[in-house]
């Protein structure tokens, strides 16, 4: 059974970090491509950042580029999302989310986490 459980949400303030965590089960994570995808209230989900499975490259929407770093550690079938000089723009729900397809798409992922919440305040 697949599973993709989110952790390392919450509330900090303006120009802080954090750092979200996706345990992955029933799949390896080097076998998808897979990333994050965030909905703000009132908003499209929008891909946040994501790995490829074609060449394991990592990608960023414009807004969190030099700011958020994505990573995986395959030994433990973990993905990461460490979020630095986080923005109250940045407030939204972040779903952990994996693909068959090469890239991530907001709307077309195979797999979701239930999401974690993530509330930046000004």
């Known amino acids: 059974q697949v599973q993709l459980v989110e952790s390392g949400g919450g509330l900090v303030q303006a120009g802080g970090s954090l750092r979200l965590s996706c345990a992955a089960s029933?799949?390896?994570?080097?076998?998808?491509?897979i990333g994050w995808i965030r909905q703000a209230p009132g908003k499209e989900r929008e891909a946040v950042s994501c790995?490829?499975?074609?060449?394991?490259?990592?990608y960023y929407t414009e807004p969190v580029q030099g700011r958020f770093t994505i990573s995986r550690d395959n030994a433990k079938n973990t993905l990461y999302l460490q979020m630095n000089n986080l923005k109250p723009e940045d407030t939204a729900v972040y779903y952990c989310?994996?693909?068959?397809?090469?890239?991530?798409?907001?709307?077309?992922?195979?797999?979701w986490g239930k999401g974690s919440l993530v509330i930046v305040s000004s």
């Open positions: 989310a994996a693909t068959i397809a090469t890239m991530c798409h907001a709307h077309e992922m195979s797999y």
């Open positions: 029933g799949f390896a994570l080097d076998d998808y491509a």
């Open positions: 790995i490829s499975s074609r060449d394991g490259g990592a």
